[in-house]
T-cell receptor
Framework: KQEVTQIPAALSVPEGENLVLNCSFTDSAIYNLQWFRQDPGKGLTSLLL?????REQTSGRLNASLDKSSGRSTLYIAASQPGDSATYLC????????????FGQGTELSVKP | NAGVMQNPRHLVRRRGQEARLRCSPMKGHSHVYWYRQLPEEGLKFMVYLQKENIIDESGMPKERFSAEFPKEGPSILRIQQVVRGDSAAYFC??????????????FGPGTRLTVL
């Protein structure tokens, strides 16, 4: 059974710091892994999707890596800004079950000015 | 290209009433997923639909909940005889299909249901 875990649950950093969010999954048979951002009371914004054949994906100040064999993904945020404050979620689709996503519990990030 | 649309954004119901949540997928997407986010809990899968078909409803409560995605119109998540425990944020996501750009899902803004 696929389980997704994110640590830490919450993180507070000063503006400008580089930071890493962690996501681990128990079943390495995945097609891809998706990182989302959720602002309070809002929906989910897709940040990055890494295919299982890829090692990393980059978008602006965000870089996501994937290590299937160890069941881990990291989201690296460079030069953090107060506007990055949000909850970050990772999710994987269950293999051969139509793509329904299993989510981690999220990391609540606060970037202090 | 408009994103995933959900309405209403906020819905208040009294216990025993019915709640209808609507989701219009992104243009060109024929696959819809519903997820629920209970207070202080993570997002949980409820149901996966294609046009006129329920593909996987393994996450749906056995009673009072139903979903449809008709040939024309939005997908509907229906909750009959709501109870306080149904209070949550309900999110809809769409994708072009599980085997196309396997399976990036795009989420709507959610419907926040409050049961009084």
């Amino acid at each position: 059974k696929q389980e997704v875990t994110q640590i830490p649950a919450a993180l507070s950093v000063p503006e400008g710091e580089n930071l890493v969010l962690n996501c681990s999954f128990t079943d390495s048979a995945i097609y891809n892994l998706q990182w989302f951002r959720q602002d309070p009371g809002k929906g989910l914004t897709s940040l990055l999707l890494i295919q299982s054949s890829q090692r990393e994906q980059t978008s602006g100040r965000l870089n996501a890596s994937l290590d299937k064999s160890s069941g881990r993904s990291t989201l690296y945020i460079a030069a953090s800004q107060p506007g990055d404050s949000a909850t970050y979620l990772c999710a994987v689709p269950i293999y051969n079950q139509g793509g329904k996503l299993i989510f981690g519990q999220g990391t609540e990030l606060s970037v202090k000015p | 290209n408009a994103g995933v649309m959900q309405n209403p954004r906020h819905l208040v119901r009294r216990r025993g009433q019915e709640a209808r949540l609507r989701c219009s997928p992104m243009k060109g997407h024929s696959h819809v997923y519903w997820y629920r986010q209970l207070p202080e809990e993570g997002l949980k899968f409820m149901v996966y639909l294609q046009k006129e078909n329920i593909i996987d409803e393994s996450g749906m409560p056995k009673e009072r909940f139903s979903a449809e995605f008709p040939k024309e119109g939005p997908s509907i998540l229906r909750i009959q005889q709501v109870v306080r425990g149904d209070s949550a944020a309900y999110f809809c996501a769409s994708s072009p299909g599980p085997y196309k750009v396997y399976n990036e899902q795009f989420f709507g803004p959610g419907t926040r249901l409050t049961v009084l």
